[in-house]
Nanobody, 127 residues
Framework: QVQVVESGGGLIQAGGSLGISCTAS????????MGWFRQAPGKEREFVAG????????GYADSVKDRFVISRIHAQNTIFLRMNNLEPEETAVYYC????????????????????WGQGTRVTVYS
């Protein structure tokens, strides 16, 4: 079993920056691909950013590219998401996730490509 726990989040004014973090623990003998998704009220969960096991390869949703940065402690299952120039429309619960099945060294962007999820951390952006 793997536990995924997010931290950070909170209230931030539009245009501001915020960082959230996540750690996956339990039956994780090696570094794993991980990612961030978000879900706004009444909307489906959507991909935000993904990172491979090493931290070398990353991917972003078009809507956050150049504003958000995903990173990780090398070879560990702790990741971060730095969010800059936040917009009210990005108010959502942000979920961290990890993949424990076979991976090809890449990052992933689909919900069903991941195996364990955290409870989420709420980010509220006000104007």
């Amino acid at each position: 079993q793997v536990q995924v726990v997010e931290s950070g989040g909170g209230l931030i004014q539009a245009g501001g920056s915020l960082g959230i973090s996540c750690t996956a623990s339990g039956r994780t003998a090696s570094a794993l691909p991980m990612g961030w998704f978000r879900q706004a009220p009444g909307k489906e969960r959507e991909f935000v950013a993904g990172i491979d096991w090493s931290g070398v390869r990353t991917g972003y949703a078009d809507s956050v590219k150049d504003r958000f940065v995903i990173s990780r402690i090398h070879a560990q299952n702790t990741i971060f998401l730095r969010m800059n120039n936040l917009e009210p429309e990005e108010t959502a619960v942000y979920y961290c996730t990890t993949r424990t099945r076979y991976h090809d060294g890449s990052w992933y962007r689909e919900v069903d490509e991941y195996d364990y999820w955290g409870q989420g951390t709420r980010v509220t952006v006000y104007s």
